[in-house]
């Protein structure tokens, strides 16, 4: 049944069914048995066990609103996707290499929002496992070794993607860990970066400078990867141009061209249904997951018949469980819903709106230095002075700890961690981009 949006509260009703102690024996079971790795920005973490639409609710029944879940496209707990995962349960359930209905059906659909030339569709499990494949791909295509990406990026936890992810924040090693085949440029960030204002068109030049001398050194990379927003810094668009400038340049040396559309694609950016839209060009391979399985394990690489068929001949790719026909048919499920409920249309208004409203409030509190992003994908980035831009971390902790007490979660992002990303479900709707705003305004006037 549909939950009610009952911010910050416990619902006693919903509550009822449920023997306090339970929740205690789950909290001691999840320190036994469960493995969680990563150290966590919250003191006190919620106990989340359930979600309804841009709701997360945990094992107290207390309700949360859920500013963070951007693998969620439609909202948690969706009922066409329940429909859709139970009826291909019910018909076929496990991939293998002559899998028909579906399978099929999901990537004519998937292709067929892409550019006519990325027409073939790989399915997978993860955004991880996309960018793995989608490496693979450019390297055995290509014969080369040598990746280009961008600083201070996140593509993934597998060891591929991980190698491309020079982020700090999300992997405190990477820098140690990166292998020698792994090349970085710039992270171009007009707002903290070496380029800023009437410069940015720099760091397309750098990038390009640096692709020419990897060749020189006869090192061409057999790609170049990026996202088509720079995520890490909390969804902050790239410069105008920047990717049609090192896209030519690495195709130039006979390399791919990689958009990761993992976290920006898929209509969170609400103007635009890929972000390699706004820039204005078209890559080679697409990496897509998150939200197109709405939470579901799926993934997906795209690109065009002549490479896939170039690496039918020089590569392997088979997965038992990624793109399964149930997937897939959650897969079919969300592009129907977000068709339907016009998703897209709402991540533009409400977006639009949110960003309004923060840009309000960022004229009454000095701590916000600027927010960026577009749709549902905004980065409230926090600084302790607006002219030098110091990074205000510790205050971001502890701006997302007070909101967690005012039922909002929120996460910091960034290597420097003092940016709120803001990357809800597409479904959010006015008056909870509101509360949101209002809870952020009532922290900073209160203190944190
Ligand atoms: N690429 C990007 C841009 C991402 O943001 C992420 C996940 N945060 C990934 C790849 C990896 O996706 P997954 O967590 O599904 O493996």
Redesign the pocket.
């Known amino acids: 049944d549909p939950l009610p949006l009952l911010v910050g509260t416990s619902d006693p009703v919903k509550g009822a069914d449920r023997n306090p102690n339970d929740a205690d024996e789950l909290v001691h079971r999840r320190e036994q048995h469960f493995a969680s790795v990563q150290e966590h920005y919250y003191r006190h973490p919620p106990r989340i066990e359930r979600g309804w639409q841009h709701t997360m609710i945990d094992v107290d029944a207390r309700c949360y609103l859920d500013m963070v879940n951007n693998?969620t496209s439609l909202g948690h707990a969706h009922p066409g996707v329940e429909r859709a995962a139970a009826r291909q349960l019910r018909r076929l359930n496990t991939n293998s290499r002559f899998n028909y209905g579906a399978v099929v059906e999901y990537s004519t659909r998937l292709s067929e929002l892409l550019p006519a030339l990325l027409d073939t569709v790989f399915l997978v499990n993860?955004?991880?496992?996309?960018?793995d494949l989608a490496l693979r791909i450019a390297l055995a295509t290509t014969g080369r070794p040598d990746v280009l990406a961008v600083a201070e990026?996140?593509?993934?936890?597998?060891f591929a993607?991980d190698a491309v992810s020079t982020s700090i924040a999300?992997n405190p090693n990477a820098l140690e860990t990166r292998p020698d085949w792994v090349h970085t440029v710039d992270a171009p960030n007009a707002y903290r970066g070496r380029y800023r204002g009437p410069d940015v068109g720099r760091y397309a030049d750098d990038a390009v400078e640096t692709i020419h001398r990897l060749a020189a050194e006869g090192r061409p990379p057999a790609a170049f990867i990026a996202?088509a927003y720079y995520?890490n810094a909390g969804g902050m668009a790239l410069p105008d141009g920047y990717l049609d400038k090192v896209y030519a340049a690495v195709r130039e040396h006979g390399g791919l061209a990689i958009a990761?559309e993992?976290?920006?694609g898929y209509g969170r950016l609400g103007e635009w249904f890929w972000g390699f839209e706004q820039q204005g060009v078209v890559p080679d391979i697409v990496?897509v997951?998150?939200a197109i399985g709405n939470g579901h394990p799926l993934?997906a690489v795209i690109t065009s018949r002549e490479v896939a068929e170039r690496y039918r001949n020089q590569g392997y790719f088979f997965s038992s469980a990624g793109g399964s026909p149930v997937s897939s048919a959650v897969g079919l499920a969300v592009l129907d819903a977000l068709r339907d409920e016009k998703l897209q249309q709402n991540a533009r208004d409400v977006g639009r709106h949110l960003k309004e409203r923060l840009t309000q409030l960022a004229e009454r509190h000095e701590l916000i230095g600027a927010v960026h992003g577009s749709g549902l994908y905004l980065g409230v980035e926090l600084v302790r002075d607006r002219e030098t831009r110091e990074p205000a971390t510790r205050e971001t902790t502890a701006i997302c700890e007070r909101m967690l007490e005012l039922g909002v979660i929120i996460q910091p992002t960034g290597d420097r961690q003092c940016v709120l990303k803001t990357k809800p479900p597409l479904c959010l709707d006015r008056e909870s981009a509101d509360y949101f705003v209002d809870a952020l305004d009532h922290v900073l006037s209160t203190g944190y």
Do not use: I, L, P, R
């Open positions: 693998v993860s955004g991880s496992e996309a960018v990026a996140y593509h993934g936890w597998t993607s999300d996202e995520g990761d993992v976290q920006v990496t997951a998150k993934g």
